[in-house]
């Protein structure tokens, strides 16, 4: 356990203790630590494809559905909203911070989606 944590707080590796006895050569160790790298990186350079929609409206989910019955009975209070402040100072690039809101947006569709209640 204290090589699991020391790989943990020095590596900023993340590996089940099975691995220790799985690999149980520095050298062995040394690949599985690797290719965990290689993991880590593919999934941060991977691209976030948007799913195709066949259909224009989609049913909402169950979370969606409490969070709506709660701002139905709760209206105007916003409990479920975490408000968050930065103090920037020196320039600031008024283009880029534009431009990585509007890429933050278009990768995740949930700051997309918006709710309209329909008649039935």
Wanted: glycine letters at 2%; proline letters at 6%.
């Amino acid at each position: 356990m204290l090589v699991v944590a020391w790989l943990r707080k020095t590596l900023k590796v993340e590996l089940p203790i099975s691995c220790l006895f799985d690999y149980p050569t520095i050298i062995e160790l040394n690949r599985q630590i690797s290719e965990y790298r290689e993991n880590e990186l593919r999934l941060l350079t991977s691209s976030v494809k948007p799913l195709l929609r066949t259909k224009k409206e989609l049913p909402i989910s169950l979370i969606q559905l409490e969070f709506w019955i709660l701002a139905q009975l709760n209206p105007g209070i916003p409990v479920h909203n975490i408000p968050l402040a930065y103090r920037l100072t020196g320039l600031l690039n008024v283009t880029a911070l534009t431009q990585s809101i509007v890429e933050i947006v278009r990768r995740h569709e949930a700051l997309r989606t918006t709710f309209a209640i329909a008649e039935r």
